[in-house]
C-alpha cells in the first residue's frame, strides 16, 4: 500500500502559478497527476516515471505545466504556469505499476486531492 499526499493548491488569478506537491510512501513505476472540475468526468493532465524521468502532459496543458520528482524525497511536482479559468478543478495524484500511465487505471493509488481555483 502507498500512501500519497497532496499539497500547494489554492486560489490564484488567471495568470498566475501553483505548484503542487505529492509526497509518496513507496516507490512504483510511475505517478500521475489528474484533474476533474465539478460536473465533468476525471482527465489526466500529466505523468513522469521514476526511474527514466519520461514524462507526458495533456495537450491541454501542453507548454504551461511541467512535472518533475525527487527521487530521494518520492516526491511529484506539477508546477502550473499561465493558469486558465478553465483549470479549476481537484487536482490528484496517483500512483501505479502499469504502462497506461496517461488512464486512469493505470494507477493503484491516489491521493485524496487539493483544489485549484483560477478566478478571471
Known amino acids: 500500500q502507498v500512501q500519497l499526499v497532496e499539497s500547494g493548491g489554492g486560489l490564484v488569478q488567471a495568470g498566475g502559478s501553483l505548484r503542487l506537491s505529492c509526497v509518496a510512501s513507496g516507490r512504483t513505476y510511475a505517478m500521475g497527476w489528474f484533474r476533474q472540475a465539478p460536473g465533468q468526468e476525471r482527465e489526466f493532465v500529466a505523468a513522469?516515471?521514476?526511474?527514466?524521468?519520461?514524462?507526458y502532459y495533456a495537450d491541454s496543458v501542453k507548454g504551461r505545466f511541467a512535472i518533475s520528482r525527487h527521487n530521494a524525497n518520492l516526491t511529484v511536482y506539477l508546477q502550473m504556469n499561465s493558469l486558465k479559468p478553465e483549470d479549476t478543478a481537484v487536482y490528484s495524484c496517483?500512483?501505479?505499476?502499469?504502462?497506461?500511465?496517461?488512464?486512469?487505471?493505470?494507477?493503484?493509488?491516489w491521493g485524496q486531492g487539493t483544489q485549484v481555483t483560477v478566478s478571471s
Open positions: 496517483a500512483a501505479g505499476y502499469g504502462d497506461h500511465i496517461t488512464r486512469a487505471y493505470g494507477y493503484a493509488y
Open positions: 513522469i516515471r521514476w526511474s527514466a524521468g519520461n514524462t
